[in-house]
């Protein structure tokens, strides 16, 4: 066998070449944001996607009720959080691929947020409680508790997973993809554990493709006891995406106990939840928050834009509104697309009187919305300032997530 020398298998890169290639690689993977993410360009924020109008009560609403809000922002592939701390707003991020269900596990102390890209992608966020002592490191002032990701896992993007949701201690998600609800284990796995009815035919249920777009969980006591929203309920050669596919009036709302509608004439339902013993839900193609009365839906407020996202703190519902994507514009029958903004609202259950609203100029689609005590955490690792930061290196350097 012929000897290869350095030489030989330098002639075709000149020591300036190699360098420079070296020098960028040394360079690259340097941002905590990318490193959290997977994703190369998380650290290229259009700074002009955190450009936020806030309207009426909406910080006050935060304070009164001691939580920090979380929302995703599917399109724009961001993650966000608000809460008020020492009198003043407090806004961060984490950047994501296409951010999409959301829910938090308070028995575990956990956030989960699904990664819809392909593959799908769950990620756990837990608070930072401390920083680890370090002599190669001058430690600095805790005065936050920012959620970051501790564990993610990875599953077949056909799944197209939308909302997630704890039932009875375990983590569930929509298989889109599927028609279908599937349990998420601990290790990864998952299983189709629920299907509506009208999927099933000769040959079996339809698993293959969306024909329903059965996107959102109403979680109860048990599985039994759930609901979950879907545009359809029925298959046919015209599907979710197409620009032919019917919505008006054609969503429903499943239960899982008889796999039928129990609630029809809903166009594109989406955050379906349930709140004191009613079935709540975004009737998004006209712009609607509304409740589920017998088996009629019952609106309780009208919003400018296309709603989805959908959380509650004692009587505040919190949802999310979208601009409407021009080549969808036929999804929303019942808006005005050229008024739909991008934001979030605080809407009394009782009054349906908006007490409150956060909105983006430059922003897109909402998706999830979650709220949890401020205790718990103060948002996200990120904020406005110029990144990376010296502040967010050590952080990422030297955190604990562990509790006593």
Not at 122 to 139: A, G, T
Request: include cysteine; glycine fraction near 8%.
């Amino acid at each position: 066998m012929a000897k290869i020398s350095q030489t030989s298998l330098r002639t075709s890169a000149s020591k300036g070449e190699l360098s420079a290639m070296w020098s960028r690689h040394h360079a690259q993977w340097r941002d905590p944001a990318q490193i959290v993410s997977h994703w190369q360009d998380a650290s290229q924020l259009d700074e002009r996607l955190l450009r936020q109008q806030a309207h009426g009560g909406w910080w006050s609403v935060l304070s009164d009720l001691k939580i920090t809000l979380l929302v995703t922002r599917e399109y724009e592939n961001l993650v966000m959080a608000m809460t008020v701390k020492g009198g003043k707003p407090l806004i961060s991020y984490l950047p994501m691929p296409h951010p999409s269900g959301m829910v938090f596990d308070q028995a575990k102390g956990i956030l989960n947020i699904a990664s819809t890209r392909n593959p799908n992608e769950v990620f756990e966020l837990s608070p930072v409680n401390e920083l680890i002592n370090r002599v190669d490191q001058k430690s600095f002032e805790l005065r936050e508790k920012p959620l970051v990701p501790v564990r993610s896992s990875f599953y077949p993007g056909c799944l197209y997973m939308h909302d997630l949701a704890i039932i009875g201690g375990e983590l569930f998600a929509n298989s889109v993809g599927q028609n279908a609800i599937i349990h998420l284990d601990e290790n990864g796995g998952y299983k189709c554990v629920w299907y509506p009815k009208c999927i099933e035919t000769q040959s079996g249920p339809v698993f293959g493709q969306n024909h329903l777009q059965l996107n959102s969980i109403a979680a109860g006591e048990s599985l039994e006891k759930s609901f979950f929203s879907a545009s359809s309920d029925r298959i046919s050669a015209r599907r979710p995406g197409h620009k032919n596919f019917p919505v008006d009036r054609r969503g429903v709302i499943f239960s899982a106990a008889t796999r039928e509608p129990i609630a029809k004439g809903l166009t594109r339902p989406h955050s379906a939840r349930l709140h004191n013993g009613k079935i709540w839900v975004d009737n998004s193609g006209y712009g609607q928050l509304g409740l589920i009365e017998g088996s009629e839906f019952v609106p309780a407020v009208r919003l400018p834009g296309w709603t989805r996202g959908l959380s509650f703190c004692k009587d505040i519902a919190f949802v999310g509104t979208s601009m409407v994507i021009p080549k969808f514009r036929q999804y929303a029958p019942g808006l005005k697309v050229e008024d739909s903004v991008c934001g979030l609202h605080a809407v009394h259950t009782k009054s349906g009187k908006i007490l409150g609203s956060l909105t983006w100029s430059h922003g897109n689609q909402i998706f999830a919305i979650e709220c949890v005590p401020s205790k718990f955490c103060s948002g996200l690792p990120f904020s406005q300032r110029s990144r990376p930061s010296t502040r967010d290196k050590k952080l990422f350097y030297a955190y604990s997530t562990e509790t006593d």
